[in-house]
């Protein structure tokens, strides 16, 4: 019987040493390494899958000039950036890698607590889905060896929680959420845990008190668009609506966070990692639009994930009272900003800098404050829509 299991480990260790001959391993760093669908780009990047933690072991089988082409598992692949790499001088590959216990808790009134073990840092993809609400998870690379998962009374979101092995090496879970709505959540490992922070509704539905953030498209060295008879600068212009805005929800009472408060150039990862830290409830980036069409105009929002669309068709249903033409309400936009899951985001392109006619309004400190108030108007019925 020993001389057995000693062949079974010799194999297995085998067949690990010649994966490593293989293969090569490496870890995710910097900041916000992204898993992309392909190689295709547009302005905003190629189509992202999603944005993963650093420290994340990765398999790659093969690669272009700038980017690694992963294994994730024996059927997925997905391409990451060379540059958010590197090696692992101390990894020691296991034949095969094990969920481990789970956990749901709550956590005072802020978030409930997803707690996946595993035995190494993998890759994931997460997602929202609606009608009914819940959030999917894919772990890959994986097999299921969860005998329990416990799940505390205190929870307030977090439904109920559940798990199926789809494929030989990768596992999907399925969390289902209480509410219609959803408020957002963070993925990140914590050693080799993966948890899953899920925001609970606001204990309040009033602005007042609410902690919102605005984003002043562009900035510093990144002017944007230009006005196509005056050649105002996109830029300045997007930092005078989010003023007007900020101005107006400081009054109504609300906390208010700004990604730019002057001419200040900031990269976008930097505007996500900022909001993360930051906490706010609901986020609005604000843009103005460009087409090298004239006689396109109208104004327009934008959102990433189809749990945040609510907000963002809230907002654009006020913006319309303004007289102006629709250009649309954009889902699956791929916009740094709007990839964030912490929270209700929306981008409104306020108008277009190349059409004349909204050129004329967008120069107008008047239109600064109208806008302000949809935008404004647009929260608030998003809220009172949701409240219970």
């Known amino acids: 019987m020993r001389n057995i299991a000693c062949i079974i480990l010799f194999t297995c260790l085998c067949i690990v040493s010649a994966a490593q001959e293989k293969y090569r391993y490496l870890r995710t760093t910097g900041k916000l390494p992204m898993m992309a669908y392909g190689l295709g780009e547009d302005r905003l990047g190629g189509a992202k899958m999603n944005y993963i933690d650093t420290n994340i ?16 598992a024996k059927n997925r692949t997905a391409f990451l950036e060379k540059s958010y790499t590197k090696i692992d001088t101390a990894l020691k590959l296991k034949p095969y890698y094990l969920t481990n216990s789970w956990s749901v808790k709550g956590v005072e009134d802020s978030f409930d607590l997803v707690s996946i073990s595993m035995d190494e840092r993998l890759p994931y993809k997460i997602w929202m889905e609606t009608n009914p609400t819940k959030i999917m998870l894919e772990l890959y690379g994986v097999q299921s060896n969860t005998n329990w998962i416990t799940q505390l009374q205190n929870v307030k979101e977090v439904k109920n929680i559940y798990f199926n092995q789809i494929e030989d090496d990768v596992i999907q879970v399925t969390i289902d959420l209480t509410h219609q709505q959803h408020w957002g959540y963070t993925a990140a490992y914590k050693n080799k845990t993966l948890t899953i922070k899920v925001q609970h509704p606001p204990t309040s ?11 002043a498209g562009h900035g510093g060295t990144n002017t944007g668009a230009s006005g196509i008879t005056t050649k ?4 300045e ?15 109504k009472g609300a906390t208010v966070i700004m990604t730019r408060s002057s001419d200040t150039t900031i990269d976008n990862k930097d505007r996500v990692l900022f909001l993360q830290e930051q906490k706010p409830r ?13 006689e396109v105009q109208g104004v327009s929002t934008y959102y990433k994930h189809v749990g945040f669309r609510p907000l963002s068709v809230s907002i654009l249903q006020k913006m319309l009272e303004l007289e102006l033409n629709e250009f649309g309400n ?5 916009f740094t900003p709007n990839a964030i899951t912490d929270f209700p985001n929306c981008l409104v392109e306020v108008a277009f800098l190349s059409n004349e006619e909204d050129e004329k309004k967008i120069l107008d400190p008047k239109f600064h404050k109208k806008v302000a108030e949809k935008i404004y108007s647009g929260i608030k019925d998003f809220l009172k829509e949701n409240k219970d």
């Open 282 to 294: 609901l986020f609005i980036s604000i843009h103005l639009n460009s087409s090298s069409k004239k």
């Open 57 to 72: 072991l990765v398999k790659v089988v093969d690669s272009t000039a700038k980017n690694y082409i992963i294994q994730l």
């Open 232 to 235: 105002i600068r996109e830029k």
């Open 205 to 215: 539905f009033s602005i007042s008190n609410m902690v919102i953030a605005i984003d």
């Open 330 to 334: 954009v889902g699956n936009f791929n």
């Open 237 to 251: 212009y997007t930092l005078l609506f989010a003023k007007a805005l900020e101005k107006l929800l400081i009054k």
